[in-house]
């Protein structure tokens, strides 16, 4: 581990990847009945003390809007975002679907909609049962046992706790002084410690970890999706190791694709979600806070609770701290 990384005595023990075997679920150490991981280093304390340092006066939004025609994970042939309006104002003086007569609904203008998407769309949150190992994921719990005809009994994003927490930027395209990084750049343990040297960022135990390839600059783009620069799985368990209890980038799918590896095609995702215990945040705006230099922050999410799911729309905000530098 690099003299910028700082991991907490008292909760080494609690650090799963510590402890992760190759292409194998890992046990919690915080119960078998676990479903959130290092989420759980969460605490009060740890809440109190972020909210301390936290400066009001400024609020990044991290997540990008949801439209039609925006780019996302159809490789698998998941259904884009759509939206359809259910109601309108006209409509229901012509329709009156609520039977309130025509003159109730010409005064009361009536809008509503709905949505379809796959629930990975957009600025979202990767749980733990998105993805394991021969039929099984985090914590031990399998298909078998905890898989129903709609969704899984285990690790769904309802499972996910609100997220209070210290969170640095890595910001590895404006460390190499690029845009955007190479496509399928990989980034690795080596990346990480020269970015945090570059921006003297200290990254510890209990940290949300954010990475910047530079992405976004292709959004809404097709080419957004394609050979994404991102985490390999060295750098993935270099973070781990040292604490982080999220990681998230303003790339598709986090990791680079894709995979050099010849049979798992996700490793990055399946190391942290299944071996380490840490969820996942993709499709992340991350360049006002590196426009801003603002590479320490308190970072506050929370996912939608849609019970089972694999993945969950999010709205993470970064605020600021009274002792780091603002530009």
């Known amino acids: 581990m690099c003299e910028l990384c700082y991991v907490d005595e008292a909760i080494k023990s609690k650090i799963i990847a510590r402890n992760a075997e190759f292409h194998k679920v890992a046990s919690s150490p915080f119960g078998e009945d676990d479903e959130a991981g290092m989420l759980n280093l969460i605490d009060a304390e740890s809440r109190t003390a972020i909210l301390r340092r936290t400066d009001p006066t400024k609020v990044y939004d991290l997540s990008v809007d949801h439209f039609i025609g925006m ?4 490789g698998a042939g998941d259904q884009p975002y759509q939206i359809w309006m259910t109601h309108t104002p006209q409509g229901e003086v012509v329709g009156d679907s609520m039977k309130k007569g025509k003159e109730a609904n010409a005064l009361v203008a009536y809008s509503g909609d709905g949505i379809s998407m796959y629930t990975h769309c957009g600025t979202h949150i990767d749980t733990f049962n998105h993805f394991g190992y021969n039929g099984a994921i985090f914590n031990n719990f399998t298909a078998h046992d905890h898989l129903g005809s709609r969704a899984w009994r285990k690790c769904g994003a309802e499972k996910q706790p609100p997220i209070f927490a210290r969170g640095i930027l890595l910001d590895v395209a404006g460390m190499h002084g690029v ?6 750049h990989a980034i690795g343990e080596k990346d ?3 970015c945090l040297k570059h921006q003297k960022t200290q990254l510890r135990s209990g940290d ?3 990475i ?7 959004w809404p783009d097709a080419k957004f999706v394609m050979n994404t620069p991102g985490l390999n799985r060295e750098g993935a368990e270099f973070l781990a190791k040292a604490g982080a209890i999220t990681i998230g980038a303003d ?4 990791e680079q694709t894709p995979t050099p590896d010849p ?4 490793p990055v995702h399946t190391y942290l979600l299944a071996e380490a215990g840490v969820p996942i945040i993709e499709i992340m705006q991350l360049d006002e806070l590196a426009a801003d230099k603002v590479w320490e922050f308190a970072f506050f999410g929370a996912c939608i609770k849609l019970r089972g799911a694999t993945g969950a729309p999010m709205r993470p905000v970064a605020m600021p701290l009274v002792d780091s530098p603002v530009i």
């Open 212 to 218: 910047r390839t530079g992405q976004m600059n292709l």
């Open 179 to 184: 845009p955007t990084l190479e496509p399928s």
């Open 208 to 210: 949300v970890v954010l």
């Open 251 to 254: 790339n598709l799918t986090l």
């Open 71 to 74: 780019p996302g994970w159809t």
């Open 263 to 266: 049979i798992n095609f996700f």
């Open 192 to 194: 990480i410690v020269d």
